[in-house]
């Protein structure tokens, strides 16, 4: 191995090392947040600093020298950063957040075409040409017409004899996804629990494209009703009324029908302070009883508000928290955000 390919991989040993050790860092930086599909994402890095000594000059403790973990300015006072696809990027963060990897349902709906090439055609591109088949036709001709001579076994193909490699198509399965999201914007749901959504919702939506690139996402708001909205809308939610939690179930329910679970992995995100009208709990688990088998995954996050928590988580996993698909848990924090994420992912 050359000095500079030994160079280039202590480099990137060093940037996954870092992507690793402030994942937790990365999780909540909102400069990520939004559309990155096949954007580079920057990682700063440490960098020493060395001191520069004038006669004269009193030595300082410290003078020039980053400690653990700063970053020290670069050329022109930027701190220094490094490069990374994001689909290494997250395949970086996984590893360090310890998140599962998803595994389709089903085979999918079928919207590629796999091209092999498995049959022989008389024309076709010399780089295609088929020796073995080209002399076995033209050891046929030679039979047929009496030249073959077993004393000087010479074959000289002819153009009739000529046959090349084809393709033929054949249908190829592909696995793909709908993600819904639900957020619960009552009264009680204020701007930081609204933040600690925008989060999970981003992560989860990258680490969902990550294993299906074919995506689907769908997004609705609810307080005692609940309504589709696009994903702009969604992350720029504000309080309302009162919550009806069966609301948001009801219609995802609707909004679902359109992708079957035999051809999608079908994921269901909710979002809630777990205050709920008196009387809505029942018809909420009813719907879930619905819905749970028919989704890869429920996940309902439970965030904790001005006045507390709800009592709607609680009261799911009495009534469901032996079900498969089902994925539940609070968030009373950023420091929450990790082990969050990866039990709404299914780890």
């Known amino acids: 191995m050359r000095p500079i390919e030994r160079d280039l991989l202590r480099f990137k040993e060093i940037v ?15 400069e990520l947040f939004g559309q990155v599909e096949g954007r580079l994402v920057s990682i700063p890095l440490p960098q020493l600093e ?57 085979e999918g709906e079928v919207t590629e075409e796999a091209f092999r090439y498995t049959t022989i055609a008389r024309k076709g591109p010399r780089g295609l040409r088929h020796v073995r088949r ?13 030249e073959y001579r077993p004393e000087e076994p010479l074959l000289v193909p002819e153009r009739e004899d000529l046959r090349y490699k084809a393709p033929k198509t054949k249908p190829r399965p592909h696995a793909q996804a709908v993600v819904l999201f639900a957020l619960d914007v009552s009264g009680s749901m204020r701007e ?16 969902i494209k990550r294993h299906f690139p074919r995506l689907e996402r769908r997004y609705l708001l609810h ?26 179930l009801l219609l995802a329910e609707e909004i679902l029908k359109p992708y079957p679970e035999a051809f999608y992995n079908r994921y269901l995100y909710h979002f809630s302070d777990g205050e709920n009208w008196q009387g809505d709990t029942a018809v909420a688990l009813e719907a879930l009883r619905r819905l749970l088998p028919t989704l890869a995954l429920y996940g309902y996050a439970q965030v904790q508000g001005p006045y507390g928590q709800g009592h709607f988580l609680e009261d799911l ?3 469901l928290g032996k079900e498969e698909g089902l994925a539940a848990t609070e968030v009373r924090g950023k420091e929450d955000l990790p ?8 780890g």
């Open 50 to 106: 060395l001191p520069k000594i004038v006669y004269g000059e009193p030595l300082e403790e410290g003078l020039g020298l980053g400690g653990p973990g700063t970053e020290s300015l670069g050329p022109g006072g930027h701190v220094p950063v490094a490069e990374l696809e994001l689909e290494e990027f997250l395949d970086l963060m996984g590893e360090a957040l310890r998140l599962p990897r998803l595994r389709p349902k089903g």
């Open 134 to 146: 080209t002399l076995k036709e033209s050891l046929k001709r030679a039979l047929i017409t009496g």
């Open 317 to 319: 996993k009495e009534a």
């Open 16 to 30: 996954r090392g870092e992507v690793k050790k402030r994942a937790r860092e990365f999780l909540t930086r909102e």
């Open 339 to 346: 082990l969050a994420l990866r039990r709404l992912l299914g």
């Open 223 to 248: 307080d005692a009703e609940a309504w589709e909205v696009s994903e702009e809308e969604f992350f720029r939610a504000r309080e309302g009324g009162g919550t009806r939690l069966s609301s948001a």
């Open 192 to 207: 930081e629990e609204l933040r600690l959504v925008k989060t999970l919702s981003f992560w989860i939506t990258l680490w």
